[in-house]
């Protein structure tokens, strides 16, 4: 995957620095600085927190409800919630699509990757728009299943259980004593569902890959092709409660440890 950059009219006119969240280590580079973070996600989300320690201001820029709209009302109080970026002006200015202007020093890009497959030429197989496929269930495309398959492709999931359990579906499929997938026709007919249905719902074609809000529906469906059972009922509800968390800057999810009260009781006890 290649790093995603938004296209931000009037771009050229940003003499401030710039970096994706690809080459992001510690926030220490930005610390006294008003920063603009482009991008909502998870990684987003995680760099704002740990910016807003050090920098003076943090600025999300995102498509959100109007009602987000403002300073965030949470741990910190220099965080503020934008809607996207309009424009950078010829003074260098950045301006958002709600009307607020602000002279920043740093522009972070939180806008994801794009999948880039460079080593394949396959006929029938395409990639554009951060669409992958066609592949059904997004791990087979049909023409070269099974031989061909690609794991880590899904999005907005709870990624590390999703992927481990494509990676048995396409073990088990492989194996001598292999599931057998659909034929060529029914799973092409599938994907080709599944894209009728985004369309449908008025989904753009980059959103392909995203699981959510079915992720549960997802790992389930995984889970019976290589016989293992459902995600229960207790691990939902916690992994639902963590992803919600995810999309807040307040820190009120993570362990709070107080070094000198944890001193102090291993000194008395």
Known sequence: MVPLLPKIQGINNWRGKQMHSHNYRTPEQFRDEIVVI????????????EISHVAKEVHIATRCNQDWLGKIESSYNNVWMHDEVDCIQGDGKVHFAEGSTLVADGLL??????????????????????????????????????SLSFIGIPIRNILFQTYELQSKWVARVLSVRGAALPS???????????YREMEEAGKAKRHTHVVMPEWVEYMNWLADQVGEPHLEPRRHDVYEKALMCVFSVDEGYRDKWNKEEDEKNHTTS
């Open 184 to 194: 060529e026709e029914d799973m092409l007919a599938s994907v080709q569902e599944h």
């Open 38 to 49: 482009v991008g909502f996600g998870a990684s987003g989300v995680d760099i704002a927190r």
């Open 109 to 146: 890009y939180c806008t994801g990757y794009l999948y880039n497959f460079p080593f394949i030429d396959l006929d029938g197989f395409t990639l554009g728009d951060n669409r992958v496929g066609p592949l059904y269930k997004h791990v087979f495309p049909p023409k070269y299943a099974p």
